[in-house]
Antibody
Framework: QLQLQESGPGLVKPSETLSLTCSVS??????????WGWVRQPPGKSLEWIGT???????YYSPSLQSRVTLSVDTSRNQFSLKLTSVTAADTAVYYC???????????WGRGTLVTVSS | DIQMTQSPSTLSASAGDRVTITCRAS??????LAWYQQKPGKAPKLLMY???TLESGVPSRFSGGGSGTEFTLTISSLQPDDFATYHC?????????FGQGTKVEIK
Protein backbone atom coordinates (compact mmCIF):
# COMPACT_ATOMS: atom_id res chain seq x y z
CA GLN A 1 0.00 0.00 0.00
CA LEU A 2 1.43 3.32 -1.08
CA GLN A 3 2.26 5.73 1.74
CA LEU A 4 3.58 9.28 1.80
CA GLN A 5 5.52 10.85 4.66
CA GLU A 6 6.59 14.45 5.02
CA SER A 7 9.83 15.40 6.76
CA GLY A 8 11.66 18.63 7.50
CA PRO A 9 12.14 21.33 10.13
CA GLY A 10 9.12 22.29 12.17
CA LEU A 11 10.41 25.80 12.82
CA VAL A 12 11.72 28.26 10.24
CA LYS A 13 12.83 31.83 10.81
CA PRO A 14 11.22 34.70 8.91
CA SER A 15 12.90 35.49 5.57
CA GLU A 16 14.50 32.04 5.46
CA THR A 17 13.67 29.06 3.23
CA LEU A 18 11.21 26.34 4.17
CA SER A 19 12.35 22.93 2.91
CA LEU A 20 10.29 19.75 3.10
CA THR A 21 10.66 16.30 1.60
CA CYS A 22 7.98 13.72 0.89
CA SER A 23 9.10 10.10 0.94
CA VAL A 24 6.98 7.63 -0.99
CA SER A 25 6.92 4.00 0.13
CA UNK A 26 5.06 0.94 -1.08
CA UNK A 27 5.36 1.89 -4.71
CA UNK A 28 7.46 3.77 -7.23
CA UNK A 29 7.05 7.49 -7.71
CA UNK A 30 7.69 6.95 -11.40
CA UNK A 31 5.04 4.34 -12.05
CA UNK A 32 1.52 4.98 -13.13
CA UNK A 33 0.00 8.12 -14.54
CA UNK A 34 0.20 10.20 -11.39
CA UNK A 35 1.32 13.61 -10.29
CA TRP A 36 2.76 14.55 -6.91
CA GLY A 37 2.02 17.71 -5.03
CA TRP A 38 1.89 19.86 -1.94
CA VAL A 39 -1.08 21.39 -0.16
CA ARG A 40 -0.99 23.52 2.96
CA GLN A 41 -3.51 24.41 5.64
CA PRO A 42 -2.94 27.38 7.96
CA PRO A 43 -4.28 26.81 11.49
CA GLY A 44 -8.07 26.95 11.50
CA LYS A 45 -8.23 27.65 7.77
CA SER A 46 -8.89 25.76 4.59
CA LEU A 47 -6.66 24.00 2.12
CA GLU A 48 -4.39 25.72 -0.41
CA TRP A 49 -2.71 24.01 -3.36
CA ILE A 50 0.98 24.93 -3.60
CA GLY A 51 2.28 23.04 -6.59
CA THR A 52 2.50 19.78 -8.48
CA UNK A 53 5.32 17.83 -10.10
CA UNK A 54 5.55 14.84 -12.40
CA UNK A 55 8.22 12.14 -12.12
CA UNK A 56 9.67 13.61 -15.32
CA UNK A 57 10.31 16.84 -13.42
CA UNK A 58 7.61 18.96 -15.06
CA UNK A 59 6.21 21.41 -12.53
CA TYR A 60 3.05 23.43 -12.04
CA TYR A 61 2.78 26.12 -9.40
CA SER A 62 0.02 28.14 -7.81
CA PRO A 63 0.29 31.66 -9.24
CA SER A 64 0.04 33.15 -5.76
CA LEU A 65 3.21 31.31 -4.64
CA GLN A 66 5.02 30.80 -7.94
CA SER A 67 7.71 33.41 -7.29
CA ARG A 68 8.78 31.67 -4.06
CA VAL A 69 8.20 27.96 -4.71
CA THR A 70 10.37 25.26 -6.22
CA LEU A 71 9.43 21.60 -6.43
CA SER A 72 11.89 18.86 -7.32
CA VAL A 73 11.79 15.09 -7.62
CA ASP A 74 14.40 12.41 -6.95
CA THR A 75 13.16 9.18 -8.50
CA SER A 76 16.21 7.23 -7.27
CA ARG A 77 15.22 8.00 -3.67
CA ASN A 78 11.48 7.87 -4.38
CA GLN A 79 11.10 11.37 -2.98
CA PHE A 80 9.91 14.79 -4.00
CA SER A 81 10.62 18.08 -2.29
CA LEU A 82 9.31 21.57 -1.65
CA LYS A 83 11.27 24.76 -1.15
CA LEU A 84 9.51 28.00 -0.20
CA THR A 85 11.70 31.07 0.05
CA SER A 86 11.37 34.31 2.01
CA VAL A 87 8.84 32.89 4.46
CA THR A 88 6.71 35.01 6.78
CA ALA A 89 4.30 34.20 9.57
CA ALA A 90 1.60 33.82 6.91
CA ASP A 91 3.38 30.67 5.72
CA THR A 92 2.78 28.96 9.07
CA ALA A 93 0.66 25.91 8.22
CA VAL A 94 0.38 22.17 8.15
CA TYR A 95 2.02 21.08 4.91
CA TYR A 96 0.73 17.94 3.21
CA CYS A 97 2.29 16.03 0.37
CA UNK A 98 -0.13 14.14 -1.80
CA UNK A 99 -0.54 12.06 -4.91
CA UNK A 100 -2.78 13.38 -7.66
CA UNK A 101 -4.73 11.37 -10.16
CA UNK A 102 -3.89 12.36 -13.76
CA UNK A 103 -7.10 14.42 -13.77
CA UNK A 104 -5.74 16.32 -10.74
CA UNK A 105 -7.72 15.37 -7.69
CA UNK A 106 -5.75 14.31 -4.59
CA UNK A 107 -6.29 10.60 -4.02
CA UNK A 108 -3.63 9.91 -1.39
CA TRP A 109 -2.24 12.17 1.33
CA GLY A 110 0.64 12.19 3.76
CA ARG A 111 -0.06 12.77 7.44
CA GLY A 112 1.08 16.37 7.24
CA THR A 113 3.74 18.32 9.09
CA LEU A 114 3.31 21.59 10.97
CA VAL A 115 5.77 24.28 9.99
CA THR A 116 5.87 27.38 12.15
CA VAL A 117 7.54 30.55 10.95
CA SER A 118 8.86 32.43 13.94
CA SER A 119 12.04 34.01 15.16
CA ASP B 1 -8.97 31.65 -10.17
CA ILE B 2 -12.15 29.64 -9.69
CA GLN B 3 -13.64 30.41 -6.28
CA MET B 4 -15.34 27.58 -4.41
CA THR B 5 -17.97 28.44 -1.81
CA GLN B 6 -19.43 25.87 0.54
CA SER B 7 -22.61 26.15 2.56
CA PRO B 8 -23.28 25.92 5.34
CA SER B 9 -20.00 26.59 7.13
CA THR B 10 -21.20 24.57 10.10
CA LEU B 11 -23.94 21.99 10.22
CA SER B 12 -25.35 20.59 13.46
CA ALA B 13 -27.01 17.21 13.11
CA SER B 14 -27.79 14.01 14.95
CA ALA B 15 -26.81 10.46 14.14
CA GLY B 16 -29.26 9.06 11.63
CA ASP B 17 -29.98 12.43 10.02
CA ARG B 18 -29.76 13.00 6.29
CA VAL B 19 -27.45 15.93 5.62
CA THR B 20 -26.54 17.81 2.48
CA ILE B 21 -23.59 20.13 1.88
CA THR B 22 -23.50 22.47 -1.10
CA CYS B 23 -20.45 23.62 -3.04
CA ARG B 24 -20.72 26.41 -5.60
CA ALA B 25 -18.08 27.31 -8.17
CA SER B 26 -17.61 30.82 -9.52
CA UNK B 27 -17.72 29.39 -13.05
CA UNK B 28 -18.63 26.09 -14.64
CA UNK B 29 -16.27 23.26 -13.73
CA UNK B 30 -17.92 20.55 -15.85
CA UNK B 31 -18.14 18.04 -13.04
CA UNK B 32 -14.43 18.15 -12.20
CA LEU B 33 -15.12 18.22 -8.48
CA ALA B 34 -13.81 16.18 -5.56
CA TRP B 35 -14.97 15.89 -1.97
CA TYR B 36 -12.73 15.20 1.02
CA GLN B 37 -13.39 14.36 4.66
CA GLN B 38 -11.02 15.69 7.29
CA LYS B 39 -10.97 14.85 10.98
CA PRO B 40 -9.15 17.01 13.55
CA GLY B 41 -5.39 16.62 13.35
CA LYS B 42 -5.64 14.32 10.34
CA ALA B 43 -5.04 14.61 6.63
CA PRO B 44 -7.98 14.96 4.25
CA LYS B 45 -9.34 11.73 2.85
CA LEU B 46 -10.77 11.46 -0.65
CA LEU B 47 -14.48 10.60 -0.64
CA MET B 48 -15.61 11.29 -4.14
CA TYR B 49 -14.35 12.51 -7.51
CA UNK B 50 -15.90 13.52 -10.81
CA UNK B 51 -18.69 14.96 -8.64
CA UNK B 52 -20.44 11.65 -8.02
CA THR B 53 -17.96 8.76 -8.25
CA LEU B 54 -17.37 7.17 -4.87
CA GLU B 55 -13.76 6.42 -4.00
CA SER B 56 -13.09 2.75 -3.28
CA GLY B 57 -13.90 1.82 0.31
CA VAL B 58 -16.11 4.83 1.00
CA PRO B 59 -19.52 3.84 2.43
CA SER B 60 -22.49 4.05 0.11
CA ARG B 61 -24.33 6.40 2.47
CA PHE B 62 -22.20 9.12 0.85
CA SER B 63 -23.41 10.40 -2.49
CA GLY B 64 -22.60 13.34 -4.70
CA GLY B 65 -24.41 15.22 -7.40
CA GLY B 66 -24.63 18.39 -9.36
CA SER B 67 -23.28 19.92 -12.52
CA GLY B 68 -22.08 23.21 -13.90
CA THR B 69 -21.49 25.41 -10.89
CA GLU B 70 -23.52 23.77 -8.12
CA PHE B 71 -22.72 20.48 -6.43
CA THR B 72 -23.89 18.58 -3.37
CA LEU B 73 -22.54 16.01 -0.98
CA THR B 74 -25.23 14.02 0.83
CA ILE B 75 -24.87 11.65 3.74
CA SER B 76 -28.04 9.57 3.81
CA SER B 77 -27.86 8.53 7.48
CA LEU B 78 -25.20 10.25 9.55
CA GLN B 79 -22.99 7.89 11.53
CA PRO B 80 -20.81 8.80 14.54
CA ASP B 81 -17.71 8.40 12.35
CA ASP B 82 -19.00 11.04 9.93
CA PHE B 83 -18.65 14.01 12.26
CA ALA B 84 -15.82 15.84 10.52
CA THR B 85 -15.06 18.73 8.17
CA TYR B 86 -15.81 18.30 4.48
CA HIS B 87 -13.99 20.12 1.69
CA CYS B 88 -14.78 20.41 -2.00
CA UNK B 89 -12.07 20.95 -4.63
CA UNK B 90 -12.31 21.88 -8.29
CA UNK B 91 -9.84 20.45 -10.76
CA UNK B 92 -11.30 21.88 -13.91
CA UNK B 93 -8.77 24.65 -14.32
CA UNK B 94 -5.57 25.49 -12.42
CA UNK B 95 -4.94 26.71 -9.83
CA UNK B 96 -6.78 23.86 -8.13
CA UNK B 97 -8.93 25.46 -5.44
CA PHE B 98 -10.79 24.26 -2.38
CA GLY B 99 -13.90 25.42 -0.60
CA GLN B 100 -13.60 26.84 2.89
CA GLY B 101 -14.91 23.65 4.46
CA THR B 102 -18.13 22.56 6.17
CA LYS B 103 -17.91 21.28 9.71
CA VAL B 104 -20.51 18.64 10.57
CA GLU B 105 -20.93 18.64 14.32
CA ILE B 106 -23.04 16.78 16.81
CA LYS B 107 -26.33 18.50 17.61
Amino acid sequence: QLQLQESGPGLVKPSETLSLTCSVSGGSIGSGNYYWGWVRQPPGKSLEWIGTIQSSGSTYYSPSLQSRVTLSVDTSRNQFSLKLTSVTAADTAVYYCARLDFTRYFDLWGRGTLVTVSS
Amino acid sequence: DIQMTQSPSTLSASAGDRVTITCRASQSINGWLAWYQQKPGKAPKLLMYRASTLESGVPSRFSGGGSGTEFTLTISSLQPDDFATYHCQQYSRPPWTFGQGTKVEIK
